[in-house]
């Protein structure tokens, strides 16, 4: 047997993809499909430049095009998602040794998402944190120092982890796992001497007892697992669109935020003819802000497809930023941003309005601000003032933003990109295991039969804080190693 | 002149890990020489007279199971026997016993000196002889060596042993007995450092003296259970001895706190590090503040003896405290002591140093067993002496160890935690360190084990044979109660009604009747015309697997898990400088350890999950390695 038919002896059957660089930096993504589909998932999505269809497969191993992807509808009818550098990698000349197609875009968190979700719906499913990286490593991709260098990085992470869960929890909520413990190894503890020294503790009554107290902890477990969602957003962040009119301030906002000049500023309205995304870290929370083109009507076609992004970064956004210039008077273009705003408030999307250009002279009372909401019947949101330009009232807005946050005020779209899913799922195989101590109870089962189920909990919880050994623990510890690669 | 004496196999020390090595290795047909200080101290109980109780019972039936003395020594000369927790689940049935001390260590001297084989010799070992790290022999206090290719060491608590009853302190083994000195410095010589434990035991008294009648009567049951497979359940039917309860009180407690500081451990003397799991009287009332009372119970030490066991109250205060503490107990104020509570010190290993066969792994031959490895307990002690014994043989003949997982047996549980863990105190055996208790109960341990004992030879193929029929008539009924189905017909809902069950809403199997709790096998027969006679054993065993059939497939897929881990065998040849990334106390520790599997290595004190994961990469990628050189090959034979 030839060292080629080895080589494939690993090769897993399913497809996989997700986006393999950083999801915290913008500017250029990759969207990574490795695995036996991975050229017919492309396949679907890419369009030549032409918008012709392409059979990704007969490409030659090992070439880049330029093209876009495309969404189709229910009806068949194709929509552009945005411009890609797509590159086809045949087994097993790839990172992963298996067929690999590379959506290379430029577009941000947002439009990343987007495509990864179109990629997910076209037939791969979403690899597990580090799967890629298990992949070439199975696959023989990587040699000793790479070996070496994966190891390293696992061995910190995990060091990490262990030392201070906060990269994976915040803090308050690895307490609280604690003291879950502490109360689950209680009881336990307590059977277990009973059941060790019969004669001298007694059993008796004992049950109403443990069910009170699993009743505490399935209360505990289930609000933790709500709160989950949250500390998700917390690491994940939120997903932010600014609107409003042209040259109001909405790319200076983006670029104070992001403390660079990324977005093109200039007086002349309607420079920003793209969306432009950044990632930023406000007051604790992370943010991922989409900078739309003003959405206005406009002929100009370029500019049509930026403000169609603008729409359709306001359809997904958690939070709205828009953005008022204070020193001019409101515009229809104001009121038509407000309809819009409108609409997403009434499917529970938060705004925040906010008066820029306050170093200028003012041109726009408050109270017809507010009257484009109360004036529709619907409630004004938060209104903030501050100067971009001096930078007056921008860390009002973190503070803001955070307090917002942290109160629970943005409800997220459930998605698929749930970070700590490993730690979701050990609370809720905890939860799981104290509903089946509750059913054992109710069931009138002995004492010695909780234990079983208490100590499956305390175990799992225990895997949260990375004190005990889960056995799938090349799985596991993938899983926590940055994902993709 | 040197005198030689030339056999195969020799046991240091005849307790109940000595014992049971002993009669494994000549069993398996091997010239065994059994050393003891005094043979009138075989197989002797110094400290409590029960053998079994929670956990403990599990080892002897699976001693038994295996091919084991204790259980059949034990269902020959118990006094009294109890199954506890009969209220509780099967998996934590325990059977426990009261001994007749001194019948009991008779009777297993009998049994040592008619096995073929065996020679038992008065004597104390003083050195063990090894060339070029291998076991050649062991030189006797005398000088004599006997040669040998395996030894067995099974000292207890006799090396370098004292007692301390407070300010008093003898240089003694248990009991008054000679304690042994000499090993101290060949073991050190040979690269086995040794640790000190301690432990206690209470005093002895004339039963004569004691007033029962302020104590609580405790009987055994009125039907015994034996331990062993091998024993009649009608020749274990005897009279039984009762054991009394009473209970210490406040004045108790007080005299013990006002001489505290007269108790060697708070005096600081015992250097030892004692078992928290059984406590002096001093410690409990010291630590447990709180609680007003403590059980006290009274047990006869044999038939032949009017000595009674003062279980609860062992301490190493002076005797003066002793006398007038005892004293304050109802029942015991005129009590006369026979033998004072002491505290005992010893030496021992740390168990560390052992691999799963208990074989040392600086020293080939060397085989280490009972409370010599830093356990405590007869059971415990029988089940490494038993499995010491069988893997020395399993060497000598060449044939494959036999360690038993952690899934398998609490024997496996307890090996594996002694050899494994970090153990600081004396190791006893729990029920709660099983993490598959359900699935190693004492009533399967036959079925479990049966299987390996056979293997090694210590079952007979009759024996052996009588399990492989009961597993498959227990089978066989299991699927046949799955597959009959019990309609909603009136007569049907009548018997239900008839035995306080609701009725049946919709057609069920047996089996599914049959886990209704107010329900069981017996109480569905009349549903099931079809029932052929079975033996009581096996209904049992279908009575089990069907009413507990979701917590045990919950374990068995546990075991499915565990058993992935413990069968990632590490490569023998690893070299542990190689793998890049594991914290340097993970690393020390894997070198001096070699673990078998990444199982073994995931419990490892001082290695982390994430060295586990370095490993498991480093393992992978070691054999991406191998293959690739491997292909390498048979291309260049292309």
Redesign the interface.
Known sequence: ???MA?MYDHVQADTIAAIATAMSEAGIGIIRISGPDAAAVGSKLYRTPAKNRTDISEWRPGTIRFGYIVETDENGEESLIDEVMLSWMKSPHSYTTEDTVEINTHGGMFLMNRILELVLKSGARLAEPGEFTKRA??G?R?D?AR??A???L??S???FA?KSSAAQLEGAVSARIRELREKILYE?AFI?SA??????YSLDGYTDKLMSVCQDLEKEMRSLLSHAEEGRILKDGIRTAIVGRPNVGKSSLLNHLAGEERAIVTDIAGTTRDTLSETVRVGGVLLHLTDTAGIRKTHDKVEQIGVDRAQKALDSADLILFVIDSSRALSSEDEEIAARIINKMEEGKKCILLMNKTDLSSGVKEEDVKALFTSKGAECPPLLFCSLQTGEGTKELGDFISEMFHTGEIAQKNEIFISNLRHKGAVQEALDSICLVEDSIN???????F??DL??AYRVLGTIL?E???????E??FSKFCMGK | MEYHIDTQVCVIGAGHAGVEAALACSRLGLKTVIFTMNVDSIAMMPCNPHIGG??KGHLVREIDALGGEMGKNIDKTFIQSKM??V???P??HSLRTQADKAEYSKAMRQVLEKQENLTIRQAEVTEILTEEGRVTGVRIHTGTVYRCVAAIICTGTYLNARCLVGESITETGPSGMQRSTGLKDSLNGIGIPLRRFKTGTPARMDGRSLDYSKMTIQEGDKVVIPFSYSTDPADVQIEQVPCF?TYTNEETHAIIRQNIDRSPIYAGIIEGTGPRYCPSIEDKVVKFAEKTRH?V?IEPEGRGTNEVYVDGMSSSMPDDVQQRMYRTVPGLENCVIVKNAYAIEYDCINANLLKLTLETRNVDGLFCAGQFNGSSGYEEAAAQGLMAGINAAMKILGKEPLVLKRSEAYIGVLIDDLVTKDNREPYRM???RA?Y??LLRQDNADLRLRKYGYRVGLITQEQYDHVCAKEKMINDEIARLKSIRIGAARENQEYLRAHNSADLKTACSLAELMCR?ELGYEQVAGLDPDRKPLPKEVTEQVEINIR?EG?IA??KR?VE??D??ENRKIPANIDYNDV????LEARQKLKEFRPSSIGQA?RLSGV???????L???M??YK?QQ??EQ??K??DN?
Do not use: C, H, W
């Not at chain 2, 890049?580 to 914290?583: E, H, N």
């Open positions: 047997m030839g060292i080895l490593f199975l023989g990587i000793l070996a070496e994966v190891m390293d696992i061995s992470e995990n060091e262990r336990i277990e059941l060790d020294d019969p004669e001298n069931n009138g089962m002995s004492e010695d039969f234990s079983i100590m499956n990375g005990a050994v889960e056995d799938d623990l090349v596991e510890i | 929670s956990s506890l927790n209220s509780k689940g998996a934590v309860l059980q119970f729990m029920t709660s993490e208790r359900l709790p507990y917590y919950r374990q546990q898990q565990f992935k881990m890049g990334s594991l914290r995931s982390t999950p994430a060295d586990i994961a370095v498991l990469i480093y992978e990628k991406v293959k690739t292909a390498g048979d291309t292309d």
